[in-house]
């Protein structure tokens, strides 16, 4: 999937070399279920922040991302990651000290559940899907990387200013962006992965790493204008620039569309990488489903980026 023709990134990202993605087959039940509680139960500043967040169909990142998943847990991911995504701009309009009280309160709600009271509504609707989670022995590991994604909202050394290379930015741009949380909900969600043992986790952990990157160097390039303004706007240390394509244009000491264009480039580069490594590993049954499955994050979380109205 390559975008509408109209696209204003249209000219600037050439066509992937990975397989074309899908939806999951539920995906019209799950997205009618999920928007219908998230709109109805989040705080709005206003109406148009809820319309602006309807129109985006956010949903689409995970059916994307998971459309072999069991439907009740891919159900449960995509409110997980909507939510996340309310967070995050949230987050970008208060100060680092108010975000990491808000944190603090949601890590109480996971490891002391009955110690604490749910106060606001942020809190009622984590605890609430916190619960929903844990029905299933398997779920923690995804809690708690969704913590340590918004974890990094509270980082004093947050922006690029502190990330000296794209190196650097990488590794915190891993968690920042969210992708332990979708490694975990790749097999946590497909019933054919459940079994998936720690020796085959390490096998496949290199083309994890390059999914990683992949998905969150072009979540940069298709976010990088939106991103931009509401650091100007905000001003304020929460709203602050953490944006591979700025690490990068500071870095090497070039314009940012330049920098844009040679993170397009490093994305398709890691896609080719991507494709060598899966045909020298040679793997069949369990794991190939697997390996099958990571590109499928890569594909995915491009077909939403490209249908999104998030990032116009």
């Not at 169909?57 to 409110?79: D, H, N």
């Not at 990088?224 to 700025?246: C, I, K, S, Y």
């Amino acid at each position: 999937m390559h975008g509408k023709p109209t696209h204003p990134l249209k000219a600037v990202i050439p066509p992937s070399i990975l397989p074309e993605a899908v939806l999951h087959p539920d995906h019209e039940q799950i997205d009618r279920h999920v928007m219908t509680y998230l709109v109805n139960t989040w705080e709005w500043p206003s109406e148009k922040h809820k319309q602006a967040f309807i129109s985006w169909k956010l949903s689409e990142v995970v059916l994307f991302m998971f459309p072999t998943g069991e439907a009740e847990r891919v159900k449960l991911a995509c409110e997980l990651l909507l939510l996340g995504f309310l967070m995050d701009d949230y987050f970008d309009k208060n100060t680092l000290s108010t975000n990491a009280s808000i944190v603090s309160s949601l890590h109480s709600l996971l490891t002391s559940p009955e110690m604490t009271v749910p106060v606001t509504t942020i809190d009622s609707m984590h605890a609430g899907l916190f619960a929903k989670f844990l029905t299933y022995p398997d779920s923690s590991p995804i809690l708690e990387a969704y913590l340590a994604m918004l974890d990094c909202h509270c980082v004093p050394s947050r922006g690029p200013s502190s990330l000296s290379s794209l190196k650097e930015y990488l590794v915190f741009r891993e968690t920042d962006v969210g992708m332990p949380i979708c490694v975990e909900l790749l097999y946590w969600t497909d019933p054919a992965l459940a079994g998936i043992t720690a020796d085959e986790k390490r096998m496949l952990r290199p083309l994890e790493k390059l999914a990683n990157y992949h998905v969150s160097i072009l979540n940069d390039v298709f976010s990088f204008d939106r991103e931009w303004q509401a650091a100007e706007m905000n001003g304020e240390e929460g709203g602050a620039l953490v944006n591979g394509v700025a690490v990068l244009a500071g870095e090497v000491g070039i314009g940012v569309e330049a920098a844009r264009g040679l993170c397009v480039r490093l994305v398709r580069a890691w896609e080719g990488e991507f494709v060598r490594l899966k045909g020298e590993m040679l793997v069949e049954g369990r794991l190939r489903r697997a390996v099958e499955g990571i590109e499928r994050r890569m594909s995915g979380a491009e077909a939403f980026s490209w249908r999104t109205g998030r990032y116009l």
